[in-house]
């Protein structure tokens, strides 16, 4: 076969949009470098031009997990209300009024949308999780969730979604795993072809770009070697993103997103699953949640903070309908807070947290909890709650039987599975 010139060839600028030019490159120049081609697209160096060559996931199901950075306080979340001790050493932050989850437990009244969800089935509550890091230190304890290890120190290269992507079969879009915002977490370390995203309507081609385009695609238009197929579907997916975006993104079923980086992030995510553009995990960010003063009870910093994410989330719901299904959401927080308040109407750093599951596969309408207890002789560190939960347990839990991952002793090094009965396949 006659080798083709190709005239153009692109790089991704700081707004997102595909220019530049270059010549002479043939098609046996092109495949003999691999993806190196259509790396060019993209821009070298970038995480569009880390595409993977992989076959199809099993499945058309998609992660997002939401992180609260900061420590978010899971007593003031899920109260204990059934514990005096948490009345004692609260006494203006405690919460008098809860949605009830159970007969020990109540919800925080701002996220009401989500008690919606968990009276329907389709959330559930996992008190008292967390990792076994001791340091209290936003840093080591976000380093060691992410990276999906029990300690700062335990094995485990990269992050524990990246691995997971890395064993498991997945699909060949470049829109595999999205961070929506400014940074790829740390999470996502070692996946090739993960994107942080802050804006995808703003990824389309310019007119010089879109002539390299043409004739990329007419250079991976035939054959059926794992290369030549890598360079078709993620052409075809960036130009069905294009077209998806050209009018931008509006939500549907009647959903609003609050204006907020959380909320105007999901109204992203609900649009890739809807266009089926390969997506399986997506990863937000949502920061504020040090609530060292002045953190209220059942209005204030924390109750803002609550009805940001359940207002986000709700939408997200509304947004999806019947896709919904398809989509499990983790919203998760790096260490919970101290048991007693402190002299700034505040709480400092604790241990144990709550982590909040909703939508795809939730055994939903309930609160998980191996509850330590709150009086002092149950207490760990300067007057924390007790992990009695290792959050891998339940991430482990839903990569087994939501997103087949293949090999779960990578992604969680040492860990013997204990199916908390959270999820169904």
Same mark, same amino acid.
Not at 199 to 216: H, K, N, P, Y
Not at 319 to 327: A, F, K, M, T
């Given at each position: ?11 991704c ?9 270059i010549?002479?490159?043939t098609?046996?120049q092109m495949?003999? %470098?691999?993806m190196?081609?259509l ?8 995480a ?9 996931p ?8 939401i992180f609260?950075?900061?420590g ?8 204990p209300?059934h514990?005096?001790?948490?009345h004692?050493?609260?006494?203006t932050l405690?919460l008098?009024?809860t ?7 109540g919800?925080h009244?701002?996220?009401e949308?989500?008690h919606?969800l968990?009276?329907?089935g ?7 999780c ?7 230190s936003?840093?080591?304890a976000m380093?060691t969730?992410?990276?999906?290890r029990i ?6 290269a ?6 997971h992507l890395a064993?498991?079969p997945?699909?060949?879009s ?7 915002g400014s940074i ?6 070692g996946?090739a072809?993960?994107l942080?995203v ?9 007119e010089e770009?879109?002539?390299a385009g043409?004739?990329l695609a007419?250079?991976y238009?035939?054959?059926?070697d794992p290369?030549?197929s890598a360079?078709r579907?993620t052409?075809?997916v960036?130009?069905?993103l294009e077209q998806?975006a050209?009018g ?20 992203q995510?609900?649009?890739l ?5 390969g ?8 920061g504020g949640w040090?609530?060292?003063v ?8 924390q ?6 994410v359940?207002?986000s989330?709700?939408a ?7 896709e919904?299904e398809?989509?499990?959401?983790i919203?998760?927080?790096e ?9 700034g109407?505040?709480?400092?750093h604790?241990?144990g947290?709550?982590?909040?599951l ?5 055994q ?13 002789a149950d207490? %760990?560190?300067?007057?924390d ?9 339940i991430l482990?839990e ?5 997103l ?21 396949a």
């Amino acid at each position: 076969m006659a080798d083709r010139e190709l005239h153009s060839w692109t790089s991704c600028d700081g707004d997102g949009r595909l220019n530049g030019s270059i010549a002479g490159l043939t098609r046996r120049q092109m495949l003999a %470098v691999g993806m190196g081609g259509l790396a060019s697209l993209f821009g070298a160096g970038t995480a569009w031009s880390q595409a993977v060559v992989q076959n199809r996931p099993q499945h058309d199901r998609v992660l997002v997990v939401i992180f609260l950075r900061g420590g978010a306080d899971a007593l003031n979340i899920a109260a204990p209300i059934h514990e005096q001790e948490y009345h004692d050493g609260r006494p203006t932050l405690r919460l008098t009024k809860t949605l009830p989850l159970d007969d020990r437990f109540g919800l925080h009244p701002s996220l009401e949308p989500l008690h919606r969800l968990y009276k329907e089935g389709m959330g559930a509550f996992v008190h008292a999780c967390g990792s076994q890091d001791e340091t209290r230190s936003h840093f080591s304890a976000m380093a060691t969730m992410e990276a999906g290890r029990i300690t700062e120190t335990s094995t485990g290269a990269g992050g524990w979604l990246g691995r997971h992507l890395a064993s498991t079969p997945g699909s060949r879009s470049p829109l595999r795993a999205v961070a929506l915002g400014s940074i790829l977490p740390d999470s996502l370390g070692g996946a090739a072809g993960s994107l942080a995203v802050e804006d995808v309507t703003r990824f389309r081609l310019s007119e010089e770009a879109a002539r390299a385009g043409a004739d990329l695609a007419r250079l991976y238009a035939k054959g059926h070697d794992p290369l030549t197929s890598a360079g078709r579907d993620t052409l075809g997916v960036l130009k069905e993103l294009e077209q998806a975006a050209s009018g931008g993104i509006s939500p549907e079923n009647g959903a609003e997103y609050p204006e907020t980086s959380l909320g105007q992030g999901l109204k992203q995510a609900a649009f890739l699953v809807r266009s089926r553009l390969g997506l399986e995990v997506a990863c937000l960010d949502h920061g504020g949640w040090d609530t060292h003063v002045a953190q209220g009870a059942e209005t204030g910093w924390q109750a803002t903070l609550l009805d940001e994410v359940a207002r986000s989330v709700a939408a997200f719901f509304r947004d999806l309908g019947p896709e919904s299904e398809r989509v499990t959401r983790i919203v998760q927080s790096e260490f919970g807070r101290r048991i007693y308040e402190n002299a700034g109407l505040g709480t400092d750093h604790g241990r144990g947290g709550v982590m909040m599951l909703f939508g795809g596969g939730v055994q939903g309408g309930r609160i998980h909890a191996d509850w330590p207890g709150l009086s002092p002789a149950d207490r %760990v560190g300067p007057g924390d709650l007790r992990v009695t939960t290792d959050y891998r347990q339940i991430l482990a839990e839903i990569l087994t039987k939501r997103l087949a991952t293949a090999d779960l002793n990578r992604v969680f090094p040492g860990l013997t599975p204990r199916p908390l009965g959270l999820i169904r396949a």
